[in-house]
């Protein structure tokens, strides 16, 4: 099929030069073939070479063989798509437990000291502190002895929202 664009593409190129080339030479001894060849090119003008088509269709009769069919033969029948898989929960992580903890952030400016619980936890920032699940007071006091107090909902295994303290 290849072959037989190439040949066709060269014929539609080379055809013109190769008939006047005849004509010329006087390689026919007819009069009527070099007069044939002279008026084709008078009405095709100046020699240049004839751009071929960039592709020719499947079907075109110059693309295949006489004895090939000239219609593409149907495509194979995809596989059917696999089945579904039921999900694997194996690979999925396991709910926090209860009694995992969870996480708190908290700065403030200036620096404070922060208690949880009455527990003192450090001075800010603290970033990710651990702290067990449920309702915790916090309360964050300078060193002029000035104090904020609020509440803060601690869930196992995640980060509750970071606190900022403006004073």
Known sequence: MAFGAAALAALV???P???VSFAARGAS???GAAGIARGQLADAGPLAPAK???TLPATHPATQPASAPTTRPAPAPRPPAPAPRPPNH????A????TQPGFFTIDSKPYATIF???KKVGETPLFRIK???GRRRVMAVLGSGKSQTFTVTIVPGRQAPPRRLQW
């Open 95 to 98: 709910p926090p437990s209860p």
């Open 29 to 31: 001894s007819s009069a």
């Open 116 to 118: 949880v619980d009455g």
């Open 131 to 133: 702290l067990a699940p």
């Open 90 to 93: 194996a690979h999925r992580p």
């Open 13 to 15: 190129v080379w055809g």
């Open 52 to 54: 071929a088509p960039a």
């Open 17 to 19: 030069r190769l008939l």
